[in-house]
Nanobody, 118 residues
């Protein structure tokens, strides 16, 4: 049974930092690309950051470039999203996604809430 469990969300003031974690089990972790998505109330889910299977390549939503860093530790089956200089517009539910292309397998976590407010 595949599980992705996010943690690390919470309430933080503007300018603050959080580190989200995504702990995976039940899958061959290094066979999957890892992505972080977010969804704010009334808005569509958007891709925030992605990292390749070996961690060698990353990409980011333009609005988080320079503030967020995605990483992974394949020895711990865990992915991370370090979020710095947080802004109120970063407030959303953040989801971890594991994607394998061949064969196509796609798994999601339950989400962790990030609220940026003074």
């Amino acid at each position: 049974q595949v599980q992705l469990v996010e943690s690390g969300g919470g309430l933080v003031q503007p300018g603050g930092s959080l580190r989200l974690s995504c702990a995976a089990s039940g899958l061959t972790f290094n066979s999957y690309e890892l992505k972080w998505y977010r969804q704010a109330p009334g808005k569509e889910r958007e891709l925030v950051a992605a990292i390749t299977r070996d961690g060698g390549s990353t990409n980011y939503l333009d609005s988080v470039k320079g503030r967020f860093t995605i990483s992974r530790d394949n020895t711990k089956n865990t992915a991370y999203l370090q979020m710095n200089s947080l802004k109120p517009e970063d407030t959303a539910m953040y989801y971890c996604n594991a994607l394998r292309l061949v064969p196509r397998l796609d798994f999601w976590g339950q989400g962790t809430q990030v609220t940026v407010s003074s």
